[in-house]
């Protein structure tokens, strides 16, 4: 189960200090535009990652060689067996049932990359609201909404998902719900820390002294300068996602059959661990599209930080 | 101090009351009837009633709440039918398990994270930093239970070093341990390794160099001080994902630890069970919590208490 | 005042530093030479911008990537330092030479006691029993005047005030009692008062120990009763070098000229306005084409040679006096009143 991702260094975080003085970095050279060579090679390889799944997601009814869902009669040996990767038709493959691998792959792609765009974005807007408002209304309003988030960020929300996947069933709604549930508080924070940070800048009170109110400033002035950060979020909080699906598929808690889902897959294979693709690969499609989600958010951060040098010690 | 910590248990016993009223409305909004289920298929209108009547189901909502709430600060979480036992007793048992792998995880996550991400940060570019890198991004892109697979396949299955699952050695929880605990590991070392190059660029570092103190030093001693207080910090929100990880890795090597029940709770929709291993584990995790805060507060004493 | 001259104990030849900037790389120190003899107080001033930190923190290989530093020569107490190599700079940090930051608490852990970082830095360079080196940490702290010091070994950094900080750190300074001291800015975080005890204090260690000191200031007034010599920096550039007492009262190069008049002092007609030196320090990855200064220079009357050329430091009217200025003799000479090159 990974950890939620973390966007830099931790000042942000309430009750942290800064035990020395700020460090005397050397100039680092800028990216200025956002030319693929200002951003190096690591987020353009996430972005081809990325898009060769995209694609797969959204053409695998054009694309796959077989039915995700039939058990093909030739798809398991003669004596009852799975097909190992490497035998054709079946390039990857087949599982207990007979059906082929690199299909159910490329099906399972859907699940992956709905729940890499549907939940995040969710989540990423209840961060947004709810930090934003805290930051920037204050009063008891932060500091309930501060300890709420901080709480809510300690619990095994896991758990508590999962109990409501019990109850409720693991309809999609529910899923999703999920999702967000154990995703949103840690953007949260770091939407409050940045709208602190925002409100103390010369625009923003400018915009007050024009007598904008508070909604609007939030809205038209300090929304658009988190932009970045949140974008980068996004990424990284795209892999997160689709590890938790995962793991709730392991359970048998995600999305449902017939839609083949890697994290489900994974299941299947974890009992037959002597035809050992059967969880390899799902596990590999996972690790690829997460890294790419990852190369990509992280490339990103690299390019909107100053670069830290090496130090001689 | 004495204000602090009371201010902290205060709002770890009013969370609890929060994940406790939810757990009560989760269990009220289960389709299925819970007397049914006791009773079964063939049982007659009068024992419905009568184990309704026992159950306190017929009871109005509040009065329900109340006597839940009653129940579960008296650590009575209720009879398991599935395990025929008391829930709390359960509890009792596998709670130690999940205890266990947690420290091993921890020391797994930090016996790796901290030197890694110290070692990386003092040759930052370098050929170690480059190749943990791309290590680290694999390992936080991989679900710990697949990881715990693949660990069973190969030093299990392939090579039988380890066995293949529970609790019946010592050995057993080096696997599990590795699964729960790496990526963390990765995660720590690059958060460690960023941390501390920021502060390898800080004038009071400047000053040690200046002074001729040496390499090993300036990383062990100062250093690591430093990076210390925000891994503490982060340590907060670790316990709960932990906690979540327990389920998926508990049930991979089927460690009989508070994970494992949850899934067999679900599995088998033994609902008391369900929450009150929610409930146990919340109390676990916010305390832990406070524990971690309080050696943060211990370590360095600047730290403001919010 | 200059002591002793045996071997200087800091030669530096040829020095540059370059740092990567948004359009190429920006030199930020440009040829700088320095030689410093033993128990000499030197001083290097300039604007802030004036590469005089950088050449500073260069000595001591403090300079960390991205950027370069190149040198022809940096000789310090006899030893060789190659800006490329590291390890030439970790046998002499603490025990050669040894720095002072502009900003004590900067330099101070918060965590530890400063008996602790006084025992820790000692220990680095000898191999001394913890009480050995105890007793050495409060012979330190007399010696930089800390009353008290045998209960005050105990105390943490944020127990003194910033003046006795500063103290602290000079004794930390001292622990393996190195023939060369750097300050950087010592005196610029300290209030007037404190900042005077804090130069009388390092010019009596310097002539007790027979240390010599370079020290680097934005504030002239270091200059009177502490250094001997001096070095004018100006983008990058020593413009001015010589004995304080031949430079103070009449400076060779404009620059220095400006920056002297312009220096706040008690007159006695308060009438006139404090002059000024027009426009801005240049930007290092844009200097003007020529003598860096001409823009700015009421000496150089639009001449073209100052737009063209470069000057070079050289020997102007005295052995040892060096200025980069094509018409140093004419500031020199008194052609010009004692307040030209400054603008009203």
Known sequence: MSVPAMLGAPDALPGSTELYSAPAAAPAARPRRWTPRALGAAPLLGTAIIAVFLVSALFAPLLAPHDPNYQYFDGLSLTGEPLPPGSPPYLLGTDTLGRDMLSRLMYGARVAVFVAVVPNALALFLALVVGAIAGAYGGWLETGLMRFTETMMVLPTFLLALALLTVLGPGLGVVVGSLVLVSWTYPARVVYGETLRLRETAFVEAARALGAGTPRIIVRHIVPQLGIILLIYFTLNAATMVLLEAGLGFLGFGV?????????????????????????????????????????????????GSRLYRVQL | MGRYLLRRLGAILLTLLVVATITFTLTVLIPTDPARTIVGPKGTPEQLALVRQRLGLDDPLPMQYARYLGDVTRFDFGYSYGYRQEVRDILVDRLPYTAILAAAALLVQFGIGVPLGLLTAARADGVADRLTLVWTMLTISLPGFWIGLVLLYLFAFRLPFFPLGGASEFRSVVLPALALGLPGAAWYSRLIRDTALQNLHSEFVQALRARGISARTILGKHVLRTTISPVLTMMAIDFGVFLGGAVLVESVFAWPGLGLTAYEAMQRADISLLMATVLVGSLFVLVLNLLADLARIWIDPRVRLV | MSASSNAPILEVRGLSVRFPGANGPVTVVDGVDLTVFPGQRFAIVGESGSGKSVTLLSVLGLIDPPGEVRADLIRLNGHDLDPNDNETFKRVRGRDVALVMQDPLAALSPVFSIGDQLVETIRAHRPAPRRAALAEAIELLQAVDIPDPHRRVRDYPHQFSGGMRQRVAIALALACEPPLLLADEPTTALDVTISAQMIDLMRRLSEERGMAVVMVSHDLGVLAGFAGAMAVMYAGRVVEQGEVDRVYPNPAHPYTRALLASQPRIRESQRERLPVIPGQPPDPARLPQGCSFHPRCSLSQGREICQQDAPHLRHVAAPARWAACHFAEEQLLGATPARAGVAR
């Open chain 1, 256 to 304: 449902q059959p017939p839609t083949p889902s890697w994290g489900a897959m994974i299941n299947q294979g974890r009992d037959v661990l002597f035809w050992p693709w059967l969880m390899l690969e799902p596990g590999i499609c996972l690790a690829l599209l997460g890294t790419g989600f990852y190369l990509v958010g992280t490339g990103l951060q690299r390019a909107t």
